[in-house]
């Protein structure tokens, strides 16, 4: 018994030290990259250009791509030249960043991402048991590359990650309301959350769907104090122009994405026009989106008057935030960030020795995802688009394990 205390004393102590060191990694990561033109050069440029003419006043302005690049010269000259294009809201909230100097308001941001980082894996451990070991747990979290290149860049994938996170830990727990209301708020990338609430349209859950309304109004109403209605129509125009110019660096070449846009594209692109190209992708997402709904809904109703399999549900979980990756229109690598809480619930209920198959195509996809060099490889091929075939083999396997395979408690 005395051995026994010993031994789980010393993996806590060792679990504590892990924590430590990972913690100091992360803030030693934030403080090395604020620092010119490091820091300038990062994404957060994009997000402090926003809040920046939110605080000043000229919100009516903040999709003027002129008053953008005048703003961004005067404070950032050596940003990139990237333009603002996140929604109303997110530049009013963020708005008291945009009072700081940039220095500091980036080492803020870099800090609540880091803190963010390092709660996710204390809220999502009691769902996710594999690997066993806490270790192997933590080393799993700091292989991810987008997670990195999330807290590098200043990008907000890391807070959409929490709000996926948060909104299947109240599903989990029935609070169907809370859940929608939770995701929500996700919507300063409203391109990875909204396929994700059309599969529950589709599945009817209305409880959710009113709590995920009811923040949607909320932010609306934010987005119109910060822009005024010319400032709405303005935003709408530049979507707009985004949509029908996917070779435009300026807002991100298609082929720089591993989304159904990008790889259609990529494969199309010089082929068919740009009309049928959209046609096709809009074919192919609401395909993606439908069948995902229909099988989870099969499921159910399955299941309807029996004990409800919480491993299908997990499973189903992670395969509809793959289909919200892939069908969002503008996803880089840091995006990607939601797919780890897909790829540890997957991992949870990984298939048994009785699917090879199944075992083996689900455990490359993992490997794949968790190699960070493969990441900056594509990105300097420009082949970023060769993530989707990989997203949508996972995508199969992972509907598969749910509506067919057996499964081991942990791996």
Same mark, same amino acid.
């Given at each position: 018994?005395?051995?026994?205390?010993?031994?789980?004393?010393?993996?806590?102590?060792?679990?504590?030290?892990?924590?430590?060191?990972?913690?100091?990694?992360?803030?030693?990561?934030?403080?090395?990259?604020?620092?010119?033109?490091?820091?300038?050069?990062?994404?957060?440029?994009?997000?402090?250009?926003?809040?920046?003419?939110?605080?000043?006043?000229?919100?009516?302005?903040?999709?003027?791509?002129?008053?953008?690049?005048?703003?961004?010269?005067?404070?950032?000259?050596?940003?990139?030249?990237?333009?603002?294009?996140?929604?109303?809201?997110?530049?009013?909230?963020?708005?008291?960043?945009?009072?700081?100097?940039?220095?500091?308001?980036?080492?803020?941001?870099?800090?609540?991402?880091?803190?963010?980082?390092?709660?996710?894996?204390?809220?999502?451990?009691?769902?996710?048991?594999?690997?066993?070991?806490?270790?192997?747990?933590? &080393?799993?979290?700091?292989?991810? =590359?987008? *997670? !990195?290149?999330? /807290?590098?860049?200043?990008?907000? $994938? %890391? #807070?959409?990650?929490?709000?996926?996170?948060?909104?299947?830990?109240?599903?989990?727990?029935?609070?169907?309301?809370?859940?929608?209301?939770?995701?929500?708020?996700?919507?300063?990338?409203?391109?990875?959350?909204?396929?994700?609430?059309?599969?529950?349209?589709?599945?009817?859950?209305?409880?959710?769907?009113?709590?995920?309304?009811?923040?949607?109004?909320?932010?609306?109403?934010?987005?119109?104090?910060?822009?005024?209605?010319?400032?709405?129509?303005?935003?709408?125009?530049?979507?707009?122009?985004?949509?029908?110019?996917?070779?435009?660096?300026?807002?991100?070449?298609?082929?720089?994405?591993?989304? &159904?846009?990008?790889?259609?594209? =990529?494969? *199309? !692109?010089?082929? /068919?026009?740009?009309?049928?190209? $959209? %046609? #096709?992708?809009?074919?192919?997402?609401?395909?993606?989106?439908?069948?995902?709904?229909?099988?989870?809904?099969?499921?159910?109703?399955?299941?309807?008057?029996?004990?409800?399999?919480?491993?299908?549900?997990?499973?189903?979980?992670?395969?509809?935030?793959?289909?919200?990756?892939?069908?969002?229109?503008?996803?880089?690598?840091?995006?990607?960030?939601?797919?780890?809480?897909?790829?540890?619930?997957?991992?949870?209920?990984?298939?048994?020795?009785?699917?090879?198959?199944?075992?083996?195509?689900?455990?490359?996809?993992?490997?794949?995802?968790?190699?960070?060099?493969?990441?900056?490889?594509?990105?300097?091929?420009?082949?970023?688009?060769?993530?989707?075939?990989?997203?949508?083999?996972?995508?199969?396997?992972?509907?598969? #394990?749910?509506?067919?395979?057996?499964?081991?408690?942990?791996?």
């Amino acid at each position: 018994m005395m051995e026994f205390q010993t031994t789980t004393k010393r993996i806590e102590l060792e679990n504590v030290i892990a924590l430590l060191a990972f913690a100091i990694l992360l803030v030693s990561a934030v403080f090395w990259a604020d620092r010119p033109p490091t820091m300038e050069k990062t994404d957060f440029s994009v997000t402090y250009i926003g809040s920046r003419m939110v605080y000043l006043g000229q919100g009516s302005k903040l999709y003027d791509l002129a008053e953008q690049r005048k703003l961004k010269r005067l404070l950032l000259p050596d940003a990139e030249p990237l333009i603002y294009e996140h929604p109303p809201f997110e530049a009013l909230l963020l708005a008291p960043l945009g009072a700081l100097p940039y220095k500091t308001a980036f080492l803020i941001w870099g800090l609540i991402n880091a803190a963010i980082w390092l709660m996710l894996p204390y809220l999502l451990r009691p769902y996710a048991p594999a690997p066993r070991d806490d270790l192997g747990f933590l &080393v799993l979290w700091l292989l991810f =590359a987008p *997670l !990195g290149v999330a /807290l590098f860049q200043g990008q907000s $994938s %890391l #807070l959409i990650l929490l709000a996926y996170s948060l909104a299947f830990v109240a599903l989990k727990r029935g609070r169907d309301f809370r859940a929608g209301a939770i995701l929500g708020l996700g919507l300063f990338k409203f391109q990875f959350i909204l396929p994700f609430v059309l599969i529950f349209l589709l599945r009817r859950q209305w409880r959710f769907l009113k709590g995920f309304l009811a923040t949607a109004a909320g932010l609306g109403v934010l987005s119109v104090v910060a822009v005024g209605w010319p400032g709405i129509w303005s935003y709408i125009h530049l979507l707009v122009s985004i949509a029908r110019h996917p070779d435009n660096s300026t807002f991100g070449a298609a082929i720089g994405m591993g989304t &159904v846009q990008g790889f259609v594209h =990529a494969l *199309l !692109g010089k082929v /068919l026009g740009r009309s049928v190209i $959209s %046609l #096709l992708v809009a074919a192919i997402s609401a395909s993606l989106i439908g069948w995902t709904a229909w099988r989870w809904r099969a499921a159910e109703d399955r299941e309807r008057g029996r004990t409800f399999d919480l491993r299908t549900f997990d499973l189903m979980f992670a395969a509809s935030v793959v289909v919200a990756l892939v069908t969002g229109l503008h996803m880089f690598t840091h995006d990607l960030s939601p797919l780890l809480l897909a790829m540890l619930l997957v991992a949870a209920h990984f298939p048994g020795s009785d699917k090879p198959a199944l075992r083996f195509t689900l455990g490359a996809a993992l490997v794949v995802f968790w190699i960070p060099p493969l990441y900056f490889a594509l990105l300097a091929w420009h082949c970023v688009y060769l993530w989707f075939p990989v997203l949508a083999v996972f995508w199969l396997g992972t509907l598969r #394990l749910a509506l067919n395979g057996s499964a081991l408690p942990g791996c």
